[in-house]
């Protein structure tokens, strides 16, 4: 029932840059999980941490055991969107949870000529002016269902105009090549 903290970038830190980028990574991937694990414990400032000893020191375990509204509390508050676009690409959506697979994910758009959902992906199309979009995620394991909003600000394209002046320069210059 108490909180502690991992401590990467301390002075005391064995890790190297390289892998506490790894230590990191490997860490979010996990989140959630109880897991033994091996390095420094100090106190600072009334406050446990927990510096790692190696890059592996977290030997993850397992997810909780955790009814289905738990599963869906534990997914809904672990969902992640980019939430400002700027260039029309496509992002794969979650259709199930990320730690429990038992919870479905649906998602729905407010504005599919914006941002459109077919096929477990989400495509942006750039608009003429900077819209907010807002995606919904649906939750649901076994008879428990819930929802997530998350806003997404879709940034028009921005084109440079030119002067007659360097209109004219630049059709020059490609005349004489």
């Given at each position: 029932?108490?909180?502690?903290?991992?401590?990467?970038?301390?002075?005391?830190?064995?890790?190297?840059?390289?892998?506490?980028?790894?230590?990191?990574?490997?860490?979010?991937?996990?989140?959630?999980?109880?897991?033994?694990?091996?390095?420094?414990?100090?106190?600072?400032?009334n406050n446990f941490y927990l510096t790692p000893a190696?890059?592996?020191?977290?030997?993850?375990?397992?997810?909780?055991?955790?009814?289905?509204?738990?599963?869906?509390?534990?997914?809904?508050?672990?969902?992640?969107?980019?939430?400002?676009?700027?260039?029309a690409k496509s992002y794969d959506l979650a259709a199930?949870?990320s730690g429990y697979e038992a919870v479905a994910i649906?998602?729905?758009?407010?504005?599919?000529?914006?941002?459109?959902?077919?096929?477990?992906?989400?495509?942006?199309?750039?608009?003429?002016?900077?819209?907010?979009?807002?995606?919904?995620?649906?939750?649901?394991?076994?008879?428990?269902?819930?929802?997530?909003?998350?806003?997404?600000?879709?940034?028009?394209?921005?084109?440079?105009?030119?002067?007659?002046?360097?209109?004219?320069?630049?059709?020059?210059?490609?005349?004489?090549?």
């Open positions: 029932g108490k909180t502690s903290y991992v401590r990467i970038s301390s002075s005391v830190c064995p890790l190297s840059k390289a892998d506490q980028t790894t230590f990191i990574n490997n860490f979010k991937t996990h989140i959630g999980y109880t897991a033994n694990a091996t390095g420094v414990i100090c106190v600072y400032d190696s890059v592996d020191a977290f030997e993850y375990l397992s997810l909780p055991v955790l009814d289905d509204a738990g599963m869906v509390a534990f997914e809904k508050e672990h969902i992640k969107l980019e939430t400002k676009i700027e260039e199930k949870g649906t998602w729905e758009t407010s504005n599919d000529k914006v941002a459109k959902i077919e096929n477990g992906k989400v495509t942006y199309i750039l608009p003429d002016e900077t819209t907010e979009v807002t995606l919904t995620a649906t939750l649901t394991a076994g008879e428990v269902t819930d929802t997530v909003a998350i806003k997404v600000t879709v940034v028009a394209p921005t084109f440079n105009t030119l002067t007659s002046a360097e209109f004219a320069t630049i059709f020059e210059l490609a005349d004489r090549s």
